[in-house]
């Protein structure tokens, strides 16, 4: 990882950057996602610009040979607040309070940054917060980005996910994922996403991560109606992404359950009926009202930011 990645990593999960969607209107939850963004430069409808000098191309040489390429998640990480300010986007599309809860400045939703570190303190004292981190970084839950058409202005944009080969993967000497690996992913979902002066931004699709529990499956952490942004520095990999969306309560509760070996039964849970303090502390952090009826909040608003390196799509791990 190059130190201008990681700088513009840095600057991201501090909340130092900003920029403002203007997404067409699909009558998803991710319409008009503003927010904590990439912001580099000149104002653009996609809340994108560029002002990184020789730090950003517009797009990568590898995507432009055929218009397509893939990049392999080296970081993700739930971002750090910073005087108000924190990386994501406006979830819920309103600055109101929602469920007893306010915004972050610029309207940014991002609940799971607070709840993360609190369920750490709790018995086996697990830091959730790492999960995401260590999962990606060590390669044991993979995460693809791959564009179509990135010789354009509309690209597809897919997110593939998937868990570790057999084997493992290959890291720099840095300890991070190395470029140039084939990887054995799942289907992707896919969504039309824009790209002005080097910015690659779109939504809403699902973004899945599987993160390893003990010895047994890997709980799929679901990322839904999910905002996807990120820019390329001069080395080709991507820099300053933001994932932003939503959990739903009831799949993150189980697997939280799971995470600190809670002893009640998946329909205890669902049900309401597990009286545990660390549940209990969860549920209170619903700030995102999924069904429109504002009795009651469903899920838990989360952004996380992330860097990546180019990779293959395919049915084996290499080297480059």
């Known amino acids: 990882m190059s130190f201008e990645k990681l700088a513009w990593t840095m600057i991201v999960a501090l909340g130092m950057v900003t920029g403002c969607g203007d997404d067409a209107d699909d009558g998803s939850m991710a319409d008009d996602m503003g927010g904590i963004g990439i912001d580099m430069g000149a104002d653009t409808d996609g809340g994108a610009g560029d002002d990184m000098g020789a730090m950003a191309p517009a797009v990568p040489e590898s995507c432009t040979d055929d218009g397509s390429c893939a990049y392999v998640l080296d970081l993700l990480e739930v971002p750090a607040e910073m005087a108000g300010r924190i990386a994501g986007f406006d979830v819920d599309g309103t600055s109101e309070t929602i469920c007893e809860f306010d915004d972050f400045e610029g309207g940014v939703d991002n609940n799971f940054s607070e709840i993360a570190p609190l369920l750490g303190a709790f018995p086996p004292m697990i830091p959730i917060k ?11 839950a993979l995460v693809v980005v791959g564009l179509e058409g ?171």
């Open 130 to 140: 790492m999960l995401l981190s260590d999962a990606i970084v060590n390669g044991t």
């Open 150 to 320: 990135a010789d354009g202005a509309t690209p597809e944009l897919s997110v593939f996910s998937g868990v570790a080969p057999e084997g493992g993967v290959m890291t720099g000497e840095d300890g991070f994922v190395a470029p140039g690996q084939t990887f054995d992913v799942e289907p992707a979902v896919s969504t039309t996403a824009s790209l002005v002066d080097g910015v690659v931004d779109g939504g809403p699709l699902t973004v899945v991560v599987n993160v390893p529990i003990g010895g047994g499956e890997p709980a799929a952490i679901q990322i839904e109606e999910a905002r996807v942004q990120f820019g390329f520095d001069a080395d080709g990999n991507i820099t300053g992404g933001v994932i932003g969306g939503f959990l739903d309560l009831s799949v993150l509760l189980v697997i939280v359950a799971e995470l600190l070996e809670i002893e009640c039964t998946v329909e205890e849970i669902e049900a309401g009926d597990c009286d545990n303090p660390a549940l209990n502390l969860l549920a209170g952090f619903t700030d995102i009202d999924t069904d429109g009826d504002t009795a009651e909040c469903e899920a838990i608003s989360v952004g996380l930011i992330f860097t990546g390196v180019p990779a293959t799509i395919g049915e084996t791990v290499s080297p480059g």
